[in-house]
């Protein structure tokens, strides 16, 4: 379907509403946070009845559903009915949800709760099932109104619906979170009481970063016919087969379980992943590594820059030349220029000899320059001519000579704040900005971690002869949930460290990979207690009804004790409170339904 551009779909009200924000900006205005009291409103409803084969929320049953089941349902219906019918089915499923969540969210949250109110309760209830984590992307107060000033735009991460899409059809041209358009069309309509329609703008399943949607009346849409069709039953046409846009680019796809030798067989620099993140940098790899364009890396330190760059370099048609990797940052300042460029003899004391710089080392093939945003104010000059026309002069000579040189530069560094600093010069900034290629941070992409551990394991134990057996539940759940602040690298050591405190034949278990020095972060996890509920835990293998520092087993032990006095209750809980939230207060308080001021209070008067 031909979607309008972003501008045609606002009107001058919509682009005010959006502007209060600044434009393409997101507002750090998440809508979902599993510590708000919200959420434990939901989860205190969700009870597990494994006797009776249902599982409730409030009055609701509900069910549990294998992603990879949903992806099959999913394939199954496009191949067997054809797009259309099967984007309408899925539609119309996700519609119907979200009226149901709506009305429980107006039966929880009262007659009096405001939209915004609302809508933030059925971002929770979305993340709470799985299908997508909400971000909004306005200011509160430009969210929605009443009636035909009704607005709303938000992004959605970690669509289940263009994870399993990109996974098997690569990137495309079109849209595909269709339950979660459904969805959000449903709640939002039946919370306004009006009709809303969501539109799905951007999507990661069409290479972008993240899936953006707005949200208007029907009324307000100058095409909402297109989508309109959707919501409403179509009969079933003949069997026809399914064809993805206009036949893309199929990213080169890693199992998510490697086959036997597959790790031993893989060289150390190779490029994995199972993530959306991963296909979709992995598809702009392969669409810009057949040209001669210059390449810009971003993202944190140890996201593995260095390894996207030779894997834009072995598959380009440069592949057989010569590549070249240059640490600017680990070059002094005063060599940088004769190292790049080269020098001629005599041109300062030492240079007792002409040789060429690394541009000319690298003649016809690839150079890479990492941490780039350290480079002098000279040194970028000479290398924006370079990237202008081609030529480089040694250092000390008034020779012009011409070099073929593809560059691949990588920063951690933003460089537009560099420019604006006068760090760095605008104009080499726009020459090395042709095709940016973000990758993303490991706790972004969390599906990668399964992979990534197997070749890793696989790499470590036969560098230091060490066979382990593999890695316990517990330790990959521990290392799915850790926020790897030093990305990949960090997930390397942690990884290394256990290979060698493992035993031979050992399987490695959660004390062998982290230390003191990089203890593990409690876990968002939600887990089922002994009640049938869900609860918080940093232990996958503990509920919070037996851990014996948890504030609901303090007050639970307390009573069975008989000890249950108010102010010796209240201080045991306050201690727990802090414990279970390592410290923090803030978090403490939240667990409590306290404010911060009396949890500080409190904590502060037990002289603890």
């Known amino acids: 379907m031909t979607r309008n551009s972003e501008s045609k779909l606002r009107s001058k009200g919509d682009r005010a509403a959006h502007n209060a924000s600044g434009p393409g900006i997101a507002v750090p205005d998440l809508l979902v946070d599993l510590n708000l009291p919200k959420v434990r409103q939901f989860t205190s409803k969700l009870r597990f009845a494994p006797n009776e084969g249902r599982i409730w929320l409030d009055e609701r049953r509900m069910v549990l559903l294998h992603a990879e089941a949903f992806t099959s349902l999913r394939e199954e219906l496009m191949a067997s009915l054809g797009v259309d019918t099967a984007r309408g089915l899925l539609t119309r499923i996700g519609y119907a949800a979200g009226c149901r969540d709506a009305e429980m969210a107006w039966k929880m949250s ?23 984590l909400p971000e909004n992307l306005l200011s509160p107060d430009a969210i929605v109104q009443q009636g035909e000033d009704y607005y709303g735009e938000w992004i959605w991460k970690n ?16 849209a595909v979170c269709w339950t979660e358009v459904g969805y959000s069309s449903g709640y939002l309509s039946t919370c306004v009481g009006r009709r809303i329609l969501v539109r799905e703008i951007e999507c990661r399943a069409m290479g972008h970063d993240h899936c953006r949607n707005v949200a208007k009346p029907v009324s307000r849409w100058e095409d909402a016919a297109d989508d309109l069709r959707f919501l409403e039953p179509q009969p079933t046409p003949p069997t026809q087969a399914y064809v993805h846009g206009d036949t893309p680019v199929r990213p080169a796809r890693v199992p998510a379980v490697a086959p036997k030798g597959f790790a031993s067989e893989t060289p150390d620099d190779v490029v994995v992943g199972a993530s959306t993140a991963f296909h979709v940098l992995r598809h702009k790899m392969l669409r810009v590594a057949p040209t001669n364009a210059t390449v810009l890396l971003l993202g944190e330190s140890g996201v593995g820059k260095s390894m996207v760059a030779r894997d834009v370099h072995r598959n380009s048609r440069r592949a057989q030349m010569p590549w070249l990797e240059v640490n600017c940052a680990a070059i002094p300042e005063q060599l940088i220029e004769s190292e790049l460029f080269g020098v001629e003899r005599g041109a300062y004391s030492g240079a007792t000899a002409s040789r060429p710089g690394r541009f000319e080392a690298a003649e016809g093939g690839t150079i890479f320059l990492d941490e780039i945003g350290t480079l002098s104010m000279t040194a970028q000059g000479k290398l924006l001519r370079v990237l202008q026309n081609g030529e480089l002069e040694r250092l000390g000579s008034n020779k012009t000579i011409r070099t073929d040189v593809r560059v691949i530069a990588a920063t951690n560094e933003n460089l537009q704040a560099a420019v604006r600093e006068g760090r760095f010069r605008e104009d080499l900034f726009f020459r090395l900005n042709v095709f940016p290629l973000l990758i ?13 551990a197997e070749v890793l394991l696989a790499r470590f134990s036969k560098r230091h002869s060490r066979p382990v057996l593999g890695i316990t539940s517990r330790a990959m759940q ?3 949930h ?4 030093g990305n990949i690298r960090e997930m390397e050591n942690v990884l290394e460290r256990g290979v060698i405190l493992a035993q031979d034949g050992e399987v490695i278990d959660l004390h062998h990979l982290f230390s ?21 835990d940093a232990d996958d293998e503990l509920s919070a009804e037996q851990a014996p520092d948890s504030v609901d087993a ?9 000890k249950a006095s108010l102010p010796i209750m209240e201080d045991a809980l306050v201690r727990a409170a802090v414990k279970q939230a390592d410290g923090n207060i803030s978090r403490a308080a939240t667990i409590l339904g306290m404010t911060r001021a009396q949890v500080e209070y409190r904590f502060k008067k037990l002289g603890d």
Do not use: C, K, Y
Not at 161 to 172: K, R
Not at 482 to 485: E, K, M, N, V
């Open 440 to 452: 993303q941070p490991l706790r972004e992409r969390r599906d990668d971690i399964p992979l990534l």
């Open 482 to 485: 850790h926020s790897w602040p």
């Open 516 to 536: 003191i020095d990089n203890a593990l972060s409690p876990s968002s996890l939600l887990g089922l207690g002994n009640l049938g509920t869900l609860t918080q």
């Open 554 to 562: 303090i007050a639970a032990e307390m009573v069975r004790q008989g």
């Open 478 to 480: 521990a290392m799915l």
């Open 110 to 132: 009262g007659s009096h709760a405001s939209i915004p109110e609302l809508m933030r309760t059925g971002a929770v209830l979305h993340a709470l099932q799985g299908f997508v």
């Open 159 to 174: 669509s289940i619906e263009d994870e399993a899409h990109v996974a098997l059809h690569g990137i495309g041209t079109h």
